[in-house]
């Protein structure tokens, strides 16, 4: 069972998304809080598996936040939960070490697939914020070529593409007729020649294929 935290300030959200979470037999909601000041201290005590986080929070910010959690506990796992898709602010939860972003807006079904989703060691992401990953890094000018001295196969390459773009495993082992299992070889294969550990570190390197 995924234990599960959110912070979240507005209490309405926070109300309906406790209800979706408890309502759903898997996860088990351990902590409820409106701002990320005290989480610390509570999550020494009982510590969740996925951390729901807003981005706007009061006292600290959201970004704060995940930085905070990520160096006290690397493997934590950050989702986070926005009304924003400002590009600053994007980049900024994931390259504090944020494993998901999606937005208020998505639907409940699609905020309990990212909870499996991210315990499975993917990083799910709503298909407009990794459509603005896509272009922030375009428009920094990185290419292609820039992969060209690691020696990447060109299923690798395929790989590598479709990760970034926000696909699941079964989503792209279908895609490219592979079983999960190969997928998983060739990951961890790109992984290795990149020296990256995550899909977020990959994408915030590699964002332009």
């Known amino acids: 069972m995924t234990k599960i935290a959110i912070i979240e300030d507005n209490a309405q959200y926070r109300t309906a998304m406790s209800i979706?979470?408890?309502?759903?037999?898997d996860v088990r909601l351990l902590h409820k809080?409106?701002?990320?000041?005290?989480?610390?201290?509570q999550f020494e005590e009982d510590l969740p598996?996925?951390?729901l986080m807003d981005i706007d929070l009061p006292f600290m910010s959201g970004i704060e936040g995940v930085w905070r959690l990520k160096k006290r506990w690397p493997d934590i796992k950050v989702i986070m939960l926005t009304v924003f898709?400002?590009?600053e602010k994007i980049f900024g939860a994931i390259k504090?070490?944020?494993n998901g972003?999606?937005?208020?807006?998505d639907s409940p079904q699609k905020i309990l697939s990212a909870i499996q989703s991210v315990m499975?060691?993917?990083s799910p992401m709503n298909g407009m914020i990794a459509a603005k990953m896509l272009e922030y890094f375009q428009r920094q000018g990185k290419r292609e070529s820039q992969l060209d001295e690691y020696n990447l196969t060109s299923r690798e390459k395929d790989i590598l593409q479709l990760l970034i773009r926000g696909n699941s495993y079964k989503e792209i082992a279908s895609s490219l007729r592979i079983s999960v299992e190969t997928l998983n070889s060739h990951i961890k294969n790109t992984y290795r020649k990149l020296d990256v550990h995550s899909r977020s570190e990959l994408a915030a390197r590699y964002g332009t294929l």
Do not use: N, R
Request: charged content about 40%; cysteine-free; aromatic content about 4%.
């Open 33 to 41: 809080l409106e701002d990320a000041t005290g989480m610390m201290e």
């Open 85 to 87: 898709e400002d590009d």
């Open 96 to 98: 504090a070490g944020a």
């Open 101 to 105: 972003y999606l937005l208020k807006k």
């Open 49 to 51: 598996d996925v951390v």
């Open 120 to 122: 499975q060691g993917e």
């Open 20 to 25: 979706i979470l408890q309502l759903d037999e």
